[in-house]
């Protein structure tokens, strides 16, 4: 009866393990950024965010952090309480106000003074997605955003 119990157990392990199969991160990208109205010393965004999920399983979360660094220096950050699905091989996008403060914000206008094209500015985008259980599922993506048409270049 033991040997039986053992083999039952040993069973059930390895398919709970083969439950667990290794997923392929989400991809994220910044979708648009809009302006929202700010507070004391402090400037505000919605962010949105285009996530892509390239594995055969929805992807659930329920709630996501970011934070986003700009030439290289932190420049704001922000969370959300949205939920939501990203479907199997699809896409879903998720909006989360982040905040930029005064301090920051001057330090990145002292560190453009100079610099020859002020239409690009390189970012890096780091968080996580809030999965299912206490599972999350960080990300990072880097790119640059374009202000030429809004600097009227």
Known sequence: MPIRLVALLLTLAL????????H???RVAIAAVEP????????RFLVKLRLQNPNDVALDFNGAFIELDVRGQPF???VSDAAGSVPRYGEAVVAIPV???ALQAVRQAIGAVGRSDMSRL?????GKLAGAGFVDMPFESRGALDWSDALGR
């Open 15 to 22: 398919s709970a393990c083969a439950g667990l199969t290794r």
């Open 24 to 26: 392929e991160p989400v």
């Open 36 to 43: 929202l109205p700010g507070e004391g010393l402090e400037l």
């Open 76 to 78: 704001a950050s922000g």
């Open 99 to 101: 905040t930029v403060s």
């Open 122 to 126: 390189d970012y890096v985008l780091r």
